[in-house]
């Protein structure tokens, strides 16, 4: 019972912390339109929740007593303790009966049944209910790992709900430190900047700028049209640019028109880069829910392509996919980082009725500004650069999350030049190149492809997948192509 009130305190301290971010987020928006916000609360608070993350991390773990005296224990208090023959077993020793009892726990645990089975003829000679009291033991054994097995799920809880706090710390310190590098423009720039919004029926209260990672810049105007009109952001973008002598977007997030009321609006600097994306996937059957599923967002500068794979296949794969991937997109988009947010959806597979429910989780993060690409993988098989006649193989081992407590992940970066295809598989397609010679025939494959727009060569995969193996498929098979090129050649 303890264990499920635990269970129950973190699940809803993970969702009212979540809840949390997205409201800091939201307010956080809604200050830069009157007044730049002030940084020692967020700092303040920032260190409230690293405080509490260290404290979560940092209570006291009960020393645990060694196996073989806890089960023993627990068997005595059943089979012993209650036994009607105790008082004889006792003339005869209960030292040696605990001995005998401690080497039958050490077989079971190392899963030597034959010696298990001469030793249980010496446990005969000791104990008056034999074969029976024997079973108890292997209950008793049972019930030791069932809980072990527990306290280790209560003590990844208490560490992903420390990530999270932890993470929420670092969100507001970010935050503090961006607040400190907005900058007003200059008294000229904004001369300038009014008198050309002026001719263009834009009135501009106030506005800042900010230097981000890789030295560019974001600007926040507010801005209103003049004459009860709207106006198109596109022409506030165009003037900016004409200004700054910068390429420039907007938001997506924001409005498309200026209205008769001052509103903040954000453009930051155009991406160099631009990633073009193609899926194809089959079923392990026709006509039925393929398990394999994925996922393609943009963020700030970045793009996501993500591939979970189900355990099994069908309805029943897919939705445990699904899952996996709908609960990575929202912790990302509460501003959390993947590798808390794989942590966090770990931990949530983990704490589910059936334990044997997983999916694989494969990441591949393309930062647009510079070209560098980062793999994070759990229980995902390997990933593919195709480059001109050559192909690299990113394979990183690490479990699915949810399929073992101790599961976690691995990461690793490349640098992506223009004209690269991004090639993301699940097993399904692998597996079809049976043999010592599998990857070489993969790769052989790939070197061969003929196409060259993404969907196009996914659908070409796929078909020389099927070609390559005319038995009847056993698994979903799906491919992820996302082609790399520089937006100014």
């Not at 190149?433 to 061969?448: C, M, P, S, T």
Request: proline share 2%.
């Amino acid at each position: 019972m303890q264990q499920i009130i635990f269970a129950m305190f973190a699940a809803g301290l993970f969702l009212a912390v979540r809840d949390m971010a997205k409201v800091f987020l939201k307010e956080k928006e809604k200050v830069w339109i009157r007044e730049m916000p002030q940084d020692r609360l967020m700092w303040v608070k920032a260190e409230a929740f690293r405080t509490l993350s260290e404290d979560f991390l940092g209570q006291e773990e009960e020393v645990a007593a060694p196996m073989t005296e806890t089960v023993w224990e627990t068997f005595k208090r059943r089979a012993c303790d209650t036994c009607q023959y105790r008082v004889n077993c006792e003339k005869v020793g209960r030292i040696g009966r605990k001995r005998y009892a401690a080497s039958l726990i050490r077989l079971m645990d190392e899963n030597k049944w034959d010696q298990y089975e001469n030793k249980l003829g010496e446990w005969l000679s000791w104990c008056s209910k034999g074969r029976d009291t024997a079973q108890i033991l292997a209950y008793c054994m049972q019930e030791y790992y069932a809980d072990q097995f527990h306290k280790k799920q209560l003590k990844d809880m208490q560490t992903a709900v420390a990530m999270q706090l932890g993470e929420i710390a670092h969100m507001l310190r970010q935050s503090a430190r961006e607040t400190r590098k907005y900058q007003p423009l200059s008294e000229g720039m904004m001369k300038k900047l009014r008198k050309m919004a002026y001719r263009h029926g834009l009135m501009v209260g106030e506005a800042w700028s900010m230097e981000k990672d890789n030295r560019r810049l974001e600007f926040f105007l507010t801005l209103r049209a003049r004459n009860h009109k709207t106006k198109p952001i596109k022409e506030a973008q165009e003037i900016l640019e004409n200004l700054t002598g910068r390429h420039l977007m907007s938001d997506k997030h924001q409005k498309m028109f200026i209205g008769e009321e001052y509103e903040l609006f954000c453009f930051s600097e155009t991406v160099r880069y631009e990633l073009l994306c193609g899926i194809s996937r089959i079923p392990v059957e026709e006509g039925t829910v393929c398990g394999d599923n994925y996922s393609i967002f943009a963020g700030d500068g970045s793009v996501q392509l993500c591939l979970s794979d189900g355990m099994g296949s069908g309805a029943g794969a897919d939705k445990t996919s699904e899952r996996v991937l709908n609960l990575l997109e929202e912790f990302m988009a509460c501003g959390f980082s993947k590798e808390t947010a794989f942590q966090m959806i770990h931990t949530t597979l983990l704490l589910q009725e059936n334990q044997e429910i997983y999916a694989t989780l494969d990441i591949c993060q393309v930062n647009l500004y510079t070209g560098i690409c980062e793999f994070l993988k759990a229980g995902a098989c390997a990933s593919y650069i195709l480059r001109q006649n050559r192909v690299e193989v990113v394979e990183l081992p690490a479990m699915a999350p949810g399929l073992k407590a101790e599961s976690g992940y691995e990461k690793t970066r490349v640098r992506l030049r223009p004209g690269d295809y991004i090639i993301m598989v699940t097993d399904g397609v692998l597996d079809t190149f049976a043999g010592d010679d599998q990857e070489n025939e993969w790769q052989k494959l790939l070197l061969h492809l003929t196409q060259k727009a993404p969907k196009k060569m996914s659908e070409e995969i796929l078909t020389a997948v099927r070609q390559h193996k005319e038995e009847k498929n056993t698994d979903d098979r799906t491919v992820l192509v996302a082609g790399f090129w520089d937006k100014q050649e």
